[in-house]
T-cell receptor, first 119, second 114 residues
Framework: AQKITQTQPGMFVQEKEAVTLDCTYD???????LFWYKQPSSGEMIFLIY??????QNATEGRYSLNFQKARKSANLVISASQLGDSAMYFC????????????????FGSGTQLTVLP | DVKVTQSSRYLVKRTGEKVFLECVQD?????MFWYRQDPGLGLRLIYF???????EKGDIPEGYSVSREKKERFSLILESASTNQTSMYLC?????????????FGDGTRLSIL
């Protein structure tokens, strides 16, 4: 089974509107973390936001927020007031295991969602 | 700011060649990672390293090896390049034990094997 599923290969949104990018995950580990990255066409991976499995509140970072529904195992990214510069590929990723572990704790990535912001 | 530098943005090699992709980070991070990115598949982990001279296989290690002789440098080696290794390769690093901190990525190397 896929550990991270992003079901929207492509999304379009009008400038200044909000958009939600879906991410569902699968793990039996009670301790995990979820990350969202943005990858513009230039290729670099830009970290956006993090949600830990024990965090009581949904993470927010400027125009980015995370709609974390633990029981549904979903961690959707919400971008408010979309801008043309938000056009990019967006990846959801999961780290399994405790944050204090000394091991590398690799990330598992979804297949990504290509977001296009229309003027 | 963390800086992860990959030696080449674009690289073209021939089948059968031995190919070296270099990655250097400047933040004294213990953990380093090599991924390949293919359309529709996201990023897949090839190898990672806990610390100097330590390495672990990721999900798709076949056809690759790695070297970590110094803490700041993590090299990916294609022993005998094949056309199915044409891909985008991304290197990342992070500090050990801080699972809430993100991995920091380089700009990627677009490798073409002819």
């Amino acid at each position: 089974a896929q550990k991270i599923t992003q079901t929207q290969p492509g999304m379009f949104v009008q400038e200044k509107e909000a958009v939600t990018l879906d991410c569902t995950y699968d793990t039996s580990d009670p301790s995990y973390g979820l990350f969202w990255y943005k990858q513009p066409s230039s290729g670099e991976m830009i970290f956006l936001i993090y949600q830990g499995s024990y965090d009581q509140q949904n993470a927010t970072e400027g125009r980015y927020s995370l709609n974390f529904q633990k029981a549904r195992k979903s961690a959707n990214l919400v971008i408010s007031a979309s801008q043309l510069g938000d056009s990019a590929m967006y990846f959801c990723a999961m780290r399994e295991g405790s944050i204090s572990s000394g091991s590398a704790r690799q990330l598992t990535f979804g297949s990504g969602t290509q977001l296009t912001v229309l003027p | 700011d963390v800086k992860v530098t990959q030696s080449s943005r674009y690289l073209v090699k021939r089948t059968g060649e031995k190919v070296f992709l270099e990655c250097v980070q400047d933040m004294d991070h213990e953990n380093m990672f090599w991924y390949r990115q293919d359309p529709g598949l996201g990023l897949r982990l090839i190898y990672f390293s806990y610390d100097v001279k330590m390495k672990e296989k990721g999900d798709i290690p076949e056809g690759y090896s790695v070297s970590r002789e110094k803490k700041e440098r993590f090299s990916l080696i294609l022993e005998s390049a094949s056309t199915n290794q044409t891909s985008m390769y991304l290197c990342a690093s992070k500090r050990m034990g801080q699972g809430h901190q993100p991995q920091h990525f380089g700009d990627g190397t677009r490798l073409s094997i002819l």
